[in-house]
């Protein structure tokens, strides 16, 4: 099958990725193979190949947004033919203490998919049956995918930060996840204020209904109850910290992040305040917002690249230059 690789002996930055022709997945017990449809290209994959995330094999192939058909490995829940999506969560132990108290998000032993398994920047990827989540009727392939790990994180993050109904939310940065994450917000008769870099950003928030939008350096003119971040930047914490009321909540939503800058404990984490970091996610979590996507009719929009255009796609991703997720449709 048509696949493409990250190998760090021979990536470079100008090509990050190479397109190779590799054995098609041989299905161990308890497997499934999807035929891939479509996978998102995803901050965290541009983490990985550029070594913010330490190599874990001598090559992988990226991808944990995938949309596929079950071709191999049926069973009563995945029928063949079935639409399923591929998670970064790929495995679990099943048996830790985090995996017997619902957090299987923090498990001592997890496999990601695209990670520490091959992923979905390929025709073909095997799937743990208990972890390929079936797609509800009513959504669409492929814009389906940015919902499998944008979607899925921003909307831990809104239950991460304990959002209720009718509150002031900030959305600091407004790619992928931010743009899912307010159209469940509006959902909740919430009202957004969205503090991002770059116009394109600053101009599709105000198209998605924020009630105010200002550039990196402006503050919210109210205090915020909660705010979640996006950006793989300390300082926008601490941006984020001095916009709440007392006892609100930053989600600080990414898997890395630079130096967090000293900040001013008695006017910024004082009146119990809270920061608290998003970690993976749970089955329960994609199973929730993909219905509730159904529900809501949530279509992310996307910008298509081919397989062959992988590197094009983490470019843009990287430089946010795409008005849409990257996916990948084979
Ligand atoms: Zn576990
Ligand atoms: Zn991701």
Redesign the pocket.
């Known amino acids: 099958m048509r696949a493409a690789v990250f190998n760090p002996a021979i990536s470079t930055p100008e090509h990050l990725l190479t397109l190779e022709d590799v054995p098609k997945p041989q299905l161990a017990p308890g497997e499934v193979l999807l035929r891939v449809i479509a996978c ?1 290209v ?4 541009l983490h990985i190949v550029e070594g913010d995330l330490p190599p874990l094999r001598p090559s992988v192939i990226p991808g ?2 995938v949309v596929g058909e079950v071709v191999d490995g049926a069973t009563p829940e995945l029928p063949l033919g079935t639409h399923a999506g591929a998670i ?1 969560l790929g495995g679990t132990d099943g048996g830790c203490w985090f995996c017997r108290h619902q957090m299987e998000n923090l498990c001592d032993h997890p496999v990601f998919t695209g990670y520490t398994i091959h992923g979905g920047y390929a025709e073909f990827v095997a799937v743990r049956a208990g972890f390929a989540i079936p797609l509800p009727p009513r959504v669409d392939t492929p814009s389906a995918a940015p919902l499998l ?2 979607g899925i ?1 921003g909307f831990r993050s809104l239950r991460v930060a304990g959002v209720e109904p009718g509150e002031r939310i900030g959305l600091y940065g407004f790619g992928s996840s931010a743009a899912l994450a307010i159209q469940v917000l509006h959902s909740w008769q919430c009202e957004v204020y969205v503090v991002t870099r770059g116009e394109a950003h600053r101009q599709a928030a105000r198209a998605a209904g924020a009630r105010w939008v200002g550039d990196e350096d402006a503050r919210p003119p109210v205090a915020l109850d909660r705010a979640l971040t996006f950006a793989p930047a300390g300082k926008v914490v601490v941006s984020a910290l001095s916009a709440l009321r007392k006892g609100g909540v930053v989600a600080i939503n990414a ?1 890395h992040l630079d130096q967090m800058p000293a900040f001013d404990y008695d006017t910024l984490l004082w009146g119990e305040r809270q920061i608290r970091s998003v970690a993976n996610v749970t089955r329960q979590d994609a199973r929730d917002f993909l219905d509730l996507a159904a529900r809501l009719n949530i279509r992310p929009r996307i910008v298509r690249f081919a397989l062959e255009q992988a590197n094009e796609a983490l470019e843009a991703v990287k430089h946010e230059t795409e008005d849409g997720s990257a996916v990948l449709v084979l």
Do not use: F, L, N
Not at 42 to 45: A, E, L, S, Y
């Open positions: 998102g995803c901050r965290t994959d944990h947004q970064w790990c944008a994180i898997v």
